[in-house]
């Protein structure tokens, strides 16, 4: 198993990185405020403006270490990217499948039945913690109507009708979504349901920042296996637009992102003072809560789950990568099934 390796993030937005032997330093103000060895990243993320040297950008293009920019509301803007790796037979596999509509079909089933699955399974632990017992039964509600997409996504024959399963299994579970949140946080944190660009709420600005987090990990892991992240089977291919990566994401947001957002609010790691409005109705993290944020996601990323094909104790950190490699092995033809994570 490859050693998990760390995420730098950068939010300060005047901060400066440049390369120290075999060190990346940070810089404010002219200052070093940070120096962490190279080998123990395997990614730069950088949000708002915060530089790079020549010699650093140089160097992990060199060595195949990721470095993106985003937004500060974590809205992707570039990334550095260096020769192109990968095995080329494997490129070959994954665009001849995406031109095989039998084939889509059945990795957008896969993708969405874990999605589905994975938020039935939210639901239902939540009823089992619930106290109110007419928000147990909506929860409980909600994890049946769940399954029965589930059910119904195997006699799915196309992919309008995978997405509609997705989007209606997807409206039953943000409808409930807010029922998570303990009963004292639901006034700084309501939740009526998802919006975004922009989030118009602190919980969504919190889920859509999250998503762009996981997203990042997505798109690295699959390129360490040597897939291209912007042809998918599930999501539409656009100009810049990370579809393969948006696939294999969807079975780790409920478990992943979703349940990190909640954990964060119901331990009051954050506070509706952590959230900065904008005109027109905009809520974005602000610098400190952008900080929180990332330190707990790091934090999670350390923790092992059993991985239910593996069978052994896995980083969470290294779902991504695992699931792109099952996916790598059913396209060179090595597995009959891509088979998706199902949190336990």
């Given amino acids: 198993m490859t050693q998990l390796l760390n995420t730098l993030y950068v939010t300060t937005l005047d901060a400066y990185l440049r390369l120290e032997g075999e060190t990346v330093c940070v810089m404010v103000d002219q200052k070093k405020r940070l120096q962490v060895p190279l080998h123990h990243l395997s990614a730069i993320v950088c949000f708002g403006a915060a530089g790079l040297s020549p010699a650093l950008m140089a160097r992990c293009a060199e060595d195949g270490r990721s470095v993106i920019w985003l937004s500060r509301t974590g809205r992707f803007h570039a990334r550095l990217e260096g020769p192109v790796s990968g095995n080329v037979l494997l490129r070959q596999a994954q665009y001849a499948t995406a031109v095989d509509s039998d084939k889509c079909v059945a990795l957008a089933r896969s993708f969405i039945a874990g999605k589905l699955r994975n938020s039935r399974q939210s639901l239902m632990r939540a009823a089992r913690e619930a106290h109110d017992p007419s928000e147990r039964e909506t929860l409980v509600n909600g994890a049946r109507l769940i399954a029965g997409n589930v059910r119904r996504l195997r006699q799915a024959e196309d992919l309008d009708t995978v997405r509609g399963l997705e989007g209606d299994g997807a409206r039953i579970y943000f409808e409930r979504l807010g029922l998570l949140v303990k009963v004292n946080s639901r006034d700084a944190f309501p939740f009526d349901g998802r919006n975004r660009r922009p989030p118009r709420d602190p919980f969504n600005a919190l ?44 079975e780790f947001r409920p478990v992943l992102a979703d349940r990190l957002a909640v954990t964060l609010i119901n331990r009051g790691q954050l506070r509706s003072t952590d959230f900065e409005g904008r005109p027109g109705g905009a809520v974005l993290l602000g610098d400190k809560g952008r900080k929180i944020v990332i330190g707990a996601y790091q934090g999670r990323k350390q923790d092992s789950v059993t991985h239910p094909v593996l069978e052994q104790a896995t980083p969470v950190g290294l779902l991504s990568h695992v699931q792109a490699r099952l996916l790598a092995r059913h396209l060179r033809g090595d597995a009959p099934a891509y088979v998706p994570y199902l949190y336990r």
């Fill in 207 to 250: 889920l859509s920042f999250i998503y762009a987090l996981l997203l990042s990990d997505c798109r690295s892991s699959l390129e360490s296996v040597g897939l291209d992240p912007q042809l998918g089977f599930l999501h539409v291919a656009r100009p810049g637009r990370l579809s393969l990566a948006l696939d294999i994401m969807e």
